[in-house]
């Protein structure tokens, strides 16, 4: 099945593609972190691993399902760095100390349970792969990662943001990923579709979340909100209820728009496509309220 790219991006840059205006036509703003896969050779040299090992770590092909809304004119944030060279939905700190072969000693860094699970940002295991690498990175390096990759990632993020709330009093971010299938969380029950994440409340307003989950019940699908994923360092980072910056991550079960070996696009792109499409152009239409900000307290 073929998929043709979207119209030209507003702006190219090593890290990003930005379709869209600038200053966003709506309040909505749509970020995809993960599906980057412009695969330097040097990355796959380094690899301890065969590269169909780092493409797991790709939220495969998820960016498809902004298509639509490319072509509507929403203003869409499109990785292109793989998230095997680094993660944009990690801070910039958490960073495993095994990763680094001269890591200064006065570097503060952060940990988390994603980075003791190998999830840092830059990634070091996964099932199946106890190490990717074959040794750790220079300092030099994974400074350079971050200088060239990850903040200018995030100042496009908030500028989008900035530019959206004062365009529409208000601005909100939708995160998009996919996830691999989940289990039913009971006996009889459907394993959820959808997962939202807000932060259990701190990146955007309940109201907006329970839009979200509105629509994504109306197409059929089974929705659980923060659990198991709460969203991460994207929406925790420009998300500001209180301040009109609203953020939620959204995860999709990718067996629903991938083929069965979750390697390709397969025949569910399309369904995908409508649902995505309908949660931003709602969440676009919700005209800004006094309580957004209590609602998320």
């Given amino acids: 099945m073929d998929h043709p790219a979207p119209r030209s991006p507003t702006l190219t840059e090593t890290v990003f593609d930005l379709y869209g205006p600038v200053v966003p036509d709506q309040p909505v703003i749509l970020s995809v972190p993960h599906a980057g896969r412009d695969y330097p050779d040097d990355l796959f040299a380094a690899a301890r691993v065969q590269p169909q090992m780092l493409r797991r770590l790709e939220d495969r092909w998820v960016d498809l399902l902004a298509h639509p809304l490319i072509a509507d004119g929403f203003s869409v944030l499109v990785a292109r760095s ?64 971050v200088e060239e990759l990850h903040r200018p990632y995030h100042a496009a993020v ?3 943001m900035t530019a959206a709330r004062q365009a529409h009093g208000h601005a909100i971010l939708i995160d998009l990923h996919s996830m691999p299938p989940l289990p039913p969380p009971a006996a009889g029950q459907s394993a959820p579709a959808l ?42 980072r ?7 910056m609203h953020a939620i991550q959204i995860e999709i079960d990718r067996s629903l728009y991938l083929d069965v070996a979750l390697e390709r696009p397969g025949p569910g792109v399309a369904r995908m496509q409508a649902l995505v499409s309908n949660i931003a152009q709602a969440l676009a239409a919700e005209l800004p309220r006094a309580d957004y900000a209590l609602a998320a307290e």
């Avoid at 940990?111 to 003791?116: A, E, P, Q, Y």
């Avoid at 040794?135 to 030099?140: N, T, Y």
């Avoid at 907006?208 to 019940?217: G, H, K, N, R, S």
């Fill in 195 to 236: 997962v939202l994440g807000d932060r259990f409340g701190r990146s955007a307003s309940t109201r907006l979340m329970m839009l979200a989950t509105d629509i994504a019940e109306s197409h059929g699908f089974s929705v659980a909100q923060n659990s198991p994923y709460a969203g991460d360092h994207m929406v925790d």
């Fill in 158 to 160: 908030a500028r989008l």
């Fill in 82 to 145: 793989p998230r095997a060279m680094i993660d944009l939905n990690r801070h910039e700190r958490e960073i495993d100390p095994a990763m680094i072969a001269d890591l200064p000693r006065n570097v503060p860094l952060q940990t988390s349970v994603k980075l003791r699970g190998g999830l840092g940002l830059f990634p070091r295991r996964m099932p199946g792969a106890h190490e990717l690498w074959q040794r750790p990175m220079l300092w030099a390096e994974a400074v350079r990662r």
């Fill in 238 to 244: 420009h998300g500001r209820p209180e301040q009109g």
